[in-house]
């Protein structure tokens, strides 16, 4: 008989097995100690809710909108980098449940898939992710290849100019494809299902990047890009070319203290997205969610606030939206249902997070997410962020 899933940690033990190890631990791990990845997830359960009874439930609504997109839930698909690694064609299969489901997708620069394989295989605008390199011309044409793709969104991360250390990434020697060590082969022989994935695929290094950018002499890892080609010198400046070159709605990801969501505003983006890179690069910042107060209320209205970083319930997104978010992403959560089940396990990970969602929104006494603030948090729980 086939697995009952039922929630997210069920999905992610299914990845385990399925998934090999060091593309299992580039999703399932964090840098140096790690402290910060597990407390992005931990801090959202210090947080109580409000439960109330005797209300009417009926005709509820999760809808909501981001940056002005009508969304099925205020939930995106992150950007991650390597998912064509969890499963054959991952980025496809990914954006093909969220276009389903009716979130918004978002692809990686270190997509295994390209921005053109996207557009092949869906039929509605997803967005895009860029990063930062020393190569002004292979970013003009990555923002190009996005406008021509009918990318509503392109989605800035300026939290990683320089490459975090990840002491598991490091130590299986990460690259894609995979390098055929006898340790890989033998933990790749326990993993028939993804090897027969792999095999009938030809996307297998980083789809952006292989035949597009000039002078990098190792593309399959990741690491040695970054030293390569990501720039250390990126700063506020920047972010006004690419807006300026952009032109449409434009996000900022990787905003962690207050000071520098007022310096986002000045740019004049849509949105940011209060995030720790997943605990992927500083080991010791705080959490995605014990920042979010504040900077909301550093910014006001005066933009979109998103938040990323340890969401693996719907709980953790109402949680958020209580706090001030207008809009969640998953990485890691959507990354487990596609190394476990492929595109069927994506749905299914956004089938949980809406039911979660719309659950406790029911037994907090309110019908429309868009309603949700910190009303349905039991106080004494959350103040202190």
């Known amino acids: 008989m086939p697995p009952v899933i039922t929630c997210i940690e069920d999905l992610r033990q299914l990845a385990e097995k399925r998934v090999p190890r060091m593309f299992y631990d580039y999703a399932d791990s964090g840098a140096w100690t790690e402290g910060t990845y597990r407390a992005n997830e931990s801090d959202f359960q210090g947080i109580k809710f409000r439960q109330r009874v005797a209300v009417n439930m009926e005709n509820r609504s999760v809808r909501s909108t981001m940056i002005g997109r009508e969304v099925a839930m205020p939930v995106a698909i992150a950007p991650t980098g390597l998912t064509g690694m969890q499963h054959a064609d991952g980025e496809i299969l990914a954006a093909k449940a969220a276009e389903k489901f009716g979130i918004p997708f978002t692809l990686s620069t270190m997509s295994i898939c390209s921005i053109e394989d996207i557009k092949a295989h869906t ?10 390199m020393k190569d002004r011309e292979f970013i003009e044409a990555l923002i190009d290849r996005a406008k021509a793709a009918g990318c509503d969104a ?4 300026l939290d990683l100019q320089i490459l975090g250390q990840r002491h598991k990434d490091l130590k299986n020697g990460l690259s894609a494809p995979p390098k055929l060590t006898i340790a890989n082969i033998l933990n790749m022989m326990t993993k028939p299902r993804w090897c027969m994935g ?14 597009h950018a000039k002078s990098v002499s190792d593309m399959s890892s990741l690491s040695s890009w970054t030293a390569q080609q990501f720039d250390p010198a990126l700063n506020w400046n920047d972010v006004e070319w690419i807006k300026k070159r952009w032109g449409g709605k434009l996000i900022l990801k990787g905003i962690l203290d207050a000071e520098d969501a007022q310096l986002a505003v000045n740019t ?3 949105a940011i997205i209060v995030s720790n890179h997943g605990g ?5 910042a705080q959490s995605s969610i014990n920042a979010l107060p504040s900077i909301a209320r550093a910014v006001g209205d005066k933009i979109e606030v998103h938040i990323d970083g340890g969401i693996r319930s719907g709980q953790d997104v109402i949680k958020s939206i209580a706090l001030g978010a207008k809009g969640t992403y998953i990485g890691r959560a959507f990354l487990y249902g596609l190394g476990a089940m492929g595109e069927a396990g994506v749905t299914r990970a956004l089938e949980i997070i809406h039911k979660e969602l719309d659950l406790t929104m029911a037994f907090c006494g309110l019908k429309d997410v868009r309603k949700v603030d910190t009303s349905i948090l039991l106080p004494g729980t959350y103040e202190h962020l």
């Open 123 to 132: 039929s509605k605008p997803f967005w895009f992710q860029l990063y930062v």
């Open 154 to 157: 392109l989605v800035l991360t």
């Open 198 to 211: 792999m095999l009938g695929t030809s996307r297998r290094s980083f789809g952006n990047i292989v035949g």
């Open 268 to 270: 004049g983006a849509d």
């Open 280 to 284: 992927r690069q500083l080991d010791g």
